[in-house]
């Protein structure tokens, strides 16, 4: 992993259009500015943990009865 | 084809019933093809199952997130259409994996990962979308036909 050091106000460029900016550091917390192209996907990286856990959790659902669930949706859409 | 399932038994589906997700779904990335089944077959539901080609024990219950949140949008951008082998502005289903709980109520959809479906190519992808509008457990069912406690079978 590549480690730099930067103080508040300076940033770091990837590639010609992505610039981080340390916004500014309140004890265990850093802001971060982002500036990137539009199509440029950011996300906090726990979202990924959580969709796998949440993912894994779908696959072993319960054993249930699919009429009682579906009539129960179905009430709830036709509302 | 011959498919093996645990929750179905043997089912014989044609080849082009397989839809292919090249990437997998988030934790199960060697699970590349999945086919939709009918949730209950003598009933219509608004669910349907996505069943492994690969892993017999693996099904997921999906819904279309729409029913529920009618103004659920999700926004592809150009190169997620790629992915799924989408023309600009051709058709694609969104599905959402939902999770159903021993207390069946209490179900969720996962809102913030839906699976996209180009049916007339038959590829799907996962997405995770940004921004913090959805959850990755929005309950199906309002507050009042949720019962916390009991156990309903």
Known sequence: MLVLTRKIGESIKINEDVKITVIDVKGKNIRLGIEAPRETKIYREEVFLRIKEENQTAATSHQFDPTKVSQLVKDKIKK | ?153
């Open chain 2, 1 to 153: 084809m011959k498919l093996e399932t645990t929750r179905f038994g043997t089912l014989d589906i044609e080849e082009n019933q397989v839809i292919e997700f090249p990437d997998g779904l988030y934790g199960f990335e060697k699970e590349t093809g999945f086919t939709l089944l009918p949730f209950n077959p003598n009933v219509e539901s608004p669910m349907e199952w996505m069943q492994s080609i690969l892993s017999p024990h693996l099904a997921f219950v999906i819904t279309d997130p729409h029913l529920y949140v009618p103004d659920y949008k999700l926004k592809l951008m150009e190169e997620d259409k790629k992915k799924v082998g989408l023309e600009v502005d051709a058709p694609f289903l969104t599905r959402c994996i939902v999770t159903i709980p021993e207390n069946y109520t209490e179900m969720t959809a996962n809102l913030v990962a839906p699976v996209v479906i180009n049916s007339q190519k038959r590829i799907g992808k996962q997405f995770v979308l940004t921004g913090m509008e959805y959850d990755t457990r929005h309950y199906l069912l309002p507050d009042e036909m949720r019962t916390p406690t009991a156990t309903p079978h």
